[in-house]
């Protein structure tokens, strides 16, 4: 039988990026909704591209073989990233976020991953890709209408591969395993 596998696809940050997400969680830490929120560790900041659920071992293998070929015809690009905010909207958030403005190279990173997911025999994604980096999630009990003060976040993230993680889901919160990486702009 063919083990199933909590699996997604991300783009890990760096040194950098991740200090600076630290550093904006620390100043939100103060804030009083802080509470209604259940902050990321910092060891589990990534952007996620395309989360698979749970899938096999025999559709990761076919999943990195065809996107693979397709990631040489990106080439590195860097990410840049806006104040945090509430996401999707402050009116009902899930969580809070350091958003990406539009970057096309991010999304036909996205769309490929999505088309192979597809190919792959997952269900299409219900909502289109939205550039986030999840700072923190929103408990139910989250105070509506909550606006944020303005926190800048002014870090470039160079991205030059994707990355296949595992979670592992517990009682103390996800851990995530690097099973492969995938790079961009070289042929495989």
Request: aromatic share 8%; net charge positive; with cysteine.
């Amino acid at each position: 039988m063919n083990k199933k596998i909590r699996a997604f696809y991300a783009i890990e940050l760096n040194s950098e990026v991740r200090n600076a997400a630290l550093h904006v969680i620390e100043q939100l830490k103060i804030c009083e909704w802080s509470e209604h929120v259940r902050w990321t560790p910092t060891e589990n900041l990534h952007l996620t591209i395309r989360f698979l659920g749970d899938v096999t071992e025999d559709q990761l293998t076919q999943l990195n073989a065809a996107i693979r070929p397709r990631l040489a015809n990106i080439a590195p690009f860097s990410i840049m990233f806006k104040e945090p905010r509430l996401f999707p909207h402050f009116k009902k958030p899930r969580v809070v976020a350091a958003i990406i403005p539009h970057n096309d190279a991010l999304n036909a990173l996205a769309e490929i991953l999505e088309s192979c997911a597809v190919a792959a025999g997952l269900e299409p994604e219900a909502r289109q890709f939205k550039g986030h980096l999840t700072l923190g999630r929103c408990n139910k009990s989250f105070p509506k209408r909550t606006k944020l003060d303005s926190i800048p976040f002014s870090s470039k993230l160079p991205v030059t591969r994707v990355s296949l993680f595992q979670s592992h889901l517990s009682s103390e919160g996800p851990t995530y395993n690097r099973l492969a990486e995938l790079p961009l702009g070289i042929d495989n």
